[in-house]
């Protein structure tokens, strides 16, 4: 495994990451091959866990502290993520968004449900266009300074919002974010490469991706349709990536990843890691198979002429 700095902090990352998103306490319920799961991980010398309270209504966070409790894993070793944003109950008016009321109170409940406390990182889930953005600054930053957790960070936050927290932090003595977690994939790139990166690089906000195998779809299980046991068969988000002209670049880029010697979950994984912006790739994993080919992306190295190659298969991005 492979580490590299959270943007311009000193803390390091593995740059190949595990995800609670959509499986874990989900689709996924097993709390015994979750738990080897998450071994195996370690194993690998992963040490950053991503999660949110909205994965399974605070499930995600359970069934993940579980794990790290049965392995015995001393949390100094792991570095752990939770986010905030969307809502938690259906009837509370509060319970949801960033206002400072639900950031402090959530924080909170997060920490018990993972048994620890405190965080390494505390993501915005998503931008709250309904809390002025100094009170979601001066919020997250006694998080920080109280020691819930290490850092913050958001999620698929613009470029100019990311500038803006960031200058109001600085401006006004508080806690800058480090961190943003944007989607980024081989079929999901112009956003990230022509808005996000350059403001992040200038800040010395990195980025932890989330989707990077674009939803399964580049790991090539969808060349001949749709399996009665995948993740599209089983729910509509991410279908959009079921195209027949990304069905075609996902089969051209079988040919590559061959001729390297690997699969084609591990060129998509180590084609995201290219960006040095990019401190970690965030996966999901339902099989010890699964996170075993993706923890091995951190070993592939891909040259220019590769890069080049690849790019040409994605012909119509930037």
Not at 185 to 209: F, H, N
Not at 224 to 252: C, I
Request: proline residues 3%.
């Amino acid at each position: 495994m492979q580490y590299r700095r959270l943007g311009n902090t000193g803390m390091k990352v593995s740059i190949v990451s595990l995800g609670a998103w959509i499986t874990y306490g989900g689709s996924m319920q097993d709390q015994a091959i979750i738990t080897r799961i998450t071994e195996r991980a370690l194993e690998h010398g992963i040490n950053f866990f991503d999660n949110a309270d909205a994965y399974a209504r605070g499930e995600g966070e359970r069934v993940m502290a579980r794990a790290y409790r049965d392995i015995g894993i001393e949390r100094h070793h792991l570095v752990l993520s939770s986010k905030v944003y969307w809502p938690m109950s259906d009837n509370d008016v509060n319970d949801r968004g960033l206002s400072r009321k639900h950031v402090l109170e959530s924080i909170d409940r997060s920490l018990q449900r993972m048994q620890t406390d405190y965080l390494d990182i505390y993501f915005a889930h998503r931008y709250d266009p309904e809390t002025p953005l100094e009170e979601v600054v001066e919020a997250f930053s006694d998080v920080v300074r109280s020691g819930r957790a290490h850092y913050w960070g958001t999620s698929e936050w613009s470029a100019a919002q990311l500038a803006e927290a960031h200058a109001l932090a600085k401006g006004s003595g508080l806690v800058a974010p480090v961190v943003e977690q944007p989607q980024y994939s081989m079929l999901a790139r112009e956003r990230v490469e022509r808005e996000i990166l350059p403001t992040t690089t200038a800040k010395g906000i990195g980025l932890v991706v989330w989707s990077p195998l674009a939803q399964g779809m580049l790991t090539g299980k969808y060349d001949d349709g749709v399996p009665a046991d995948s993740r599209f068969a089983r729910e509509q988000f991410g279908r959009h990536f079921l195209t027949e002209e990304n069905r075609a670049k996902v089969k051209a880029l079988k040919g590559v990843a061959d001729e390297l010697g690997i699969t084609r979950s591990q060129l998509a994984l180590a084609w995201v890691l290219r960006q040095p912006g990019v401190s970690s790739v965030i996966t999901g994993a339902t099989s010890l198979e699964q996170l075993n080919d993706n923890a091995k992306a951190a070993e592939v190295v891909l040259t220019p002429a590769v890069i080049e190659r690849i790019d040409a298969i994605l012909a119509g991005n930037p």
